[in-house]
Structure formats: structure tokens, C-alpha cells
């Protein structure tokens, strides 16, 4: 089954063209990852996913409904965990405890209960006494481990990350990929880092030029994305 499907999506920018006629599908239970030169669109493919843009032609299919109004969306995102590639974008509150229990308080549930997840969810994110730290004091890995914590304690049934692995050291990269594989529910992860991808995922695309290509997930420690991207070689 697709949880999500796009279908000859056509966007622009005012000033530049993205896609004209792409489709893509994400299978549920699937952890995909998507690498490609910046500037390619990928950032542009999530927000589209996530209804932040609309394409001016083409299909929006989540959960097996097409999304086109502004409404349409509301399931998805309270359904989709989606981490904006700048963590800036994501918090907006004084400490990380009142970010992290922002979402799960909107939903309705009881305090003492978000209280606990609060916790656990910074514990899980090797983030545990960090409740009452200001955000804006905290390093750019901290922020970003912060802003996934907000996600996570919502407890969404599929994930989106842009470059989660921006700003962490190799300890948190670990931690992360912990993490990520006992989700074990459907993602789309954003990332340059092709071994990251590769350990973690069922699949690995590569998009550029408003194509999506298929990259080999090797295990050898080789990265295929080293033979260059002019276009991407495949072999
Ligand atoms: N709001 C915007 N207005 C105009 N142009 C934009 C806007 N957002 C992105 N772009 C342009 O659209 C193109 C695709 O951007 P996008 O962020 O989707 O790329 P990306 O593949 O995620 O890149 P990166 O790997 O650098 O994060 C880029 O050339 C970018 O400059």
C-alpha cells in the first residue's frame, strides 16, 4: 500500500521551475532515503507532501485521499512527523520542555501523561535533565535533537526528516540512527550523508534534473554517489 503518492506534479518558484511531471510513491513501512545535489528539490518534495506548497498541476495522495485544500492537510500533519531541515523553523518556545510538550498538549492529552512522555522522549534523545534549558542558548545539534524530540512525543505514524543529521557529532549521528530504526514505521529521510542512508534504509533515491533515480544500498562501505552525479552513474 502507497501512504503517500504524488502524481505529475507540476511547481515553480516564481523564479526557477522545479518539477514538471514528476510522481513519487512512498510504500508504508518503508524507510526511504533521498540524497541528490543541492538545489534539486528535495526540500520542495517534503513541503509539497506536507501541503507548506502546492503544486500548480498534479495529484497530492496520503493515507489514500487526495490533499488539495489548505483542511486537507490538517490529517497530515498531525498523522506525518515532518523536521524542517532548520530547527529554527521548528521550535518557538522559551525552554525545551514547553517545545516538546507543545504538540502533545494541543492534542488534548492529560499533562501529567505529556509530563512522562517529555521526559522519556529527551531521555531517548540522550537529551535527559535538558527540560529546562533555553532554547536559544542551546548548540545547533542540541536544537536539532530538540526539534525531533517535538516530533517524536507526538507519537506520528510515519516520519519526514531534511538533514537530521545536520550539526550532530558521530555519537548523536548513532544515537539517531538508534532511534530511527526502532520507529520502525514509515519514513523519508533527507540526507548527503550516503552511508548514514545506506544503514538505515530500504531504499535510496537519488533526485535530480526532475527525475528520481534508484542508488544501490552497499554495505561494503563504498559510496556509489562518489562516482558523481552528471548524472548521477547507476551501474
Ligand atoms: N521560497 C522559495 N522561493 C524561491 N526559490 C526557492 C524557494 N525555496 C527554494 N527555492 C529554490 O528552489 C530550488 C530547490 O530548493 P530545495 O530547497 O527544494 O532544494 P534541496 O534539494 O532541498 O537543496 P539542498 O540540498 O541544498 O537542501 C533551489 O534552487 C532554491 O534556491
Known amino acids: 500500500m502507497n501512504l503517500i503518492k504524488l502524481e505529475g506534479i507540476f511547481f515553480s518558484y516564481p523564479e526557477r521551475t522545479i518539477f514538471e511531471n514528476l510522481s513519487f510513491e512512498l510504500e508504508a513501512g518503508l524507510r526511504l532515503g533521498i540524497m541528490g545535489p543541492n538545489g534539486a528539490g528535495k526540500t520542495t518534495l517534503v513541503r509539497l507532501i506536507m501541503g507548506l506548497n502546492r503544486p500548480s498541476q498534479g495529484r497530492v495522495i496520503i493515507f489514500g485521499k487526495e490533499r488539495r485544500r489548505e483542511e486537507d492537510?490538517?490529517?497530515?500533519?498531525?498523522?506525518?512527523?515532518?523536521?524542517?531541515?532548520?530547527?529554527?523553523?521548528?521550535?518557538?518556545?522559551?525552554?525545551?520542555?514547553?517545545?516538546?510538550?507543545?504538540g502533545p498538549l494541543n492534542l488534548g492529552?492529560?499533562?501529567?501523561?505529556?509530563?512522562?512522555?517529555?521526559?522519556?522522549?529527551?531521555?531517548?534523545?540522550?537529551?535527559?535533565?535538558?527540560?529546562?534549558?533555553?532554547?536559544?542558548?542551546?548548540?545547533?545539534?542540541?536544537?536539532?535533537?530538540v526539534a525531533l524530540a517535538?516530533?517524536?512525543?507526538?507519537?506520528?505514524?510515519?516520519?519526514?526528516?531534511?538533514?537530521?543529521?545536520?550539526?550532530?557529532?558521530?555519537?548523536?549521528?548513532?544515537?539517531?540512527?538508534?532511534?530511527?530504526?526502532?520507529?520502525?514505521?514509515?519514513?523519508?529521510?533527507?540526507?548527503?550523508?550516503?552511508?548514514?542512508?545506506?544503514?538505515?534504509?530500504?531504499?535510496?533515491?537519488?533526485?535530480?534534473?526532475?527525475?528520481?533515480?534508484e542508488i544501490p544500498i552497499e554495505t561494503t562501505g563504498r559510496n556509489p554517489a562518489d562516482t558523481g552525479y552528471q548524472p548521477y552513474s547507476l551501474r
Open 73 to 102: 492537510f490538517y490529517e497530515v500533519r498531525a498523522r506525518i512527523g515532518f523536521l524542517f531541515q532548520d530547527p529554527d523553523d521548528q521550535l518557538f518556545c522559551p525552554t525545551v520542555a514547553e517545545d516538546v510538550a507543545f
Open 109 to 145: 492529552w492529560p499533562r501529567q501523561e505529556v509530563e512522562k512522555i517529555v521526559r522519556e522522549t529527551l531521555r531517548l534523545l540522550g537529551l535527559k535533565g535538558f527540560e529546562n534549558r533555553l532554547i536559544h542558548r542551546l548548540s545547533g545539534g542540541e536544537k536539532r535533537l
Open 150 to 213: 517535538t516530533i517524536l512525543a507526538m507519537k506520528p505514524e510515519a516520519l519526514i526528516l531534511d538533514e537530521p543529521t545536520g550539526d550532530l557529532d558521530p555519537l548523536n549521528t548513532a544515537r539517531l540512527m538508534n532511534v530511527l530504526e526502532t520507529f520502525g514505521k514509515s519514513q523519508i529521510i533527507i540526507s548527503h550523508d550516503y552511508h548514514f542512508l545506506a544503514r538505515l534504509c530500504n531504499r535510496i533515491l537519488w533526485l535530480e534534473g526532475n527525475a528520481f533515480k
